[in-house]
């Protein structure tokens, strides 16, 4: 039997169709890269970074391919990597998350409901859509586009059926999360800011709704006696936070001197500093709500006693049945059955808030003492939210002129 070839020849190799034709490569000056077509007949480019590794793009012609590496290039010669597409968006919004507890503002940590807030909209709405698996250095606004309108399309359209106050809050959340990843040269540029601002999604500015007048009145008469009384005394009176409520320790309140002093607020099991700089503020209380701490801190001290060494005492002023943080759930289930009873509107517990605001501003409390009392930031914010109240105080004022003009004219006369 014969042998195809001599024991020592060496077979030459066949080179396959689908490697680089060398004749279809571009000369390109060094450090620039290299444009070629392979077998297969598409044209890709090749650039090697300065750190040795090497980025592949690749384009529908020659022209294409050379422009984005043109791109590239510019990229690199400003200092700023060449994004990678293996960094997907939903594993960088997730890096993102893990690392908001250490990139607050001003070097600050964010409050811990903050970071929920933040989590749960980028669960809900972004790790489920198709984004999630996209390359991150690919994303584009139109793509935002897209998901907005779907999360405020009817269900019965094929979307999610949310609200457009929604969108905006994700919109915000992805807004950051990208400046973030341009911050650290992962994207040329942050996408958010190119969506079309007839796209943005807005908040839905509803008319606040409060208790007034007859309603404002009946609410004192629908909490006399609960154990909660001084509670909602301090909602509607004071205009005192949920958070802020819950986070009162004994200390803070000086019922001798009518005053009260607002430290911190109830988050997520913990309390933590109040929502602006100026929520840390002195109260002088109301009358009906220093009785009311009167009477509550009676109360509380009675319940001690039935409970014996079970209280846990962390000075709270309202605490649960043995000492421990009073849960919102609980509050607002609280206040929801006490509004059924009595038949007052359905408002929320923040609304309670909004009350007490509209009533010192009916009754002519100056909109600079009321945002001191609020902790706003400043009174413009107190003005835009009340403005309902304050347009109402100048017509009654520019009326109650009137009159007395129009009275001393009749006595000149």
Known sequence: MSN?????????????????????????????????????GRWVGRLKQPDGTVRWVSGPNQKAVEEKLADALRLLSSGVTIPTST??????????????????????????????????YVDAYLL???LAAKPLAKLE????????????????????????????????????ALAKAVSRRLLVRNVADAVDEDEKPVVNRHEMLVLADHDYDRFFDAVRGDRLEALFVLAIREGLRQGEILALHWRDVDLDDETLTVTGSLSEGSIGEPKTRK?????????????????????????????????????????????????AQRLRDRLDALLRRTGLPDVRFHDLRHSAATDWLKHDMHPKVASERLGHASVGITLDLYSHVTK??????????????????????
Request: glycine letters at 8%; zero cysteines.
């Open 4 to 40: 195809d070839s001599e024991p020592d020849q060496v077979r030459p190799q066949r080179r396959h169709a689908a490697k680089v034709s060398q004749k279809r490569r571009t000369r390109r000056v060094a450090g620039t890269g290299a444009v070629i077509q392979r077998g297969d």
């Open 87 to 120: 960094l997907t968006v939903g594993a960088w919004f997730r890096e993102w998350l893990e690392a908001l507890p250490v990139i607050g503002r001003s070097g600050k940590k964010l409050r811990p409901s903050t970071i929920g807030y933040y989590r749960q």
């Open 128 to 130: 489920r859509s198709d």
């Open 141 to 176: 606004a139109s793509e935002l586009e897209r998901l907005y309108r779907r999360m405020t399309t009817e269900k019965i359209d094929g979307g999610l059926g949310l609200s457009s106050t929604t969108a905006h809050h994700l919109h915000a959340i992805v807004h950051r």
């Open 279 to 327: 929520s840390k503020r002195s109260l002088a209380l109301f009358p009906e709500t220093v009785e009311a701490l009167l009477e509550h801190r009676t109360r509380q001290l009675e319940e001690r006693l039935l409970v014996g060494s079970m209280w846990v005492d962390n000075d709270l002023v309202f605490p649960d049945e043995f000492g421990g943080f009073l849960s």
């Open 392 to 413: 109402t105080t100048q017509r009654e004022a520019v009326a109650a002129i009137s009159r007395k003009r129009s009275a001393k004219n009749r006595q000149d006369a």
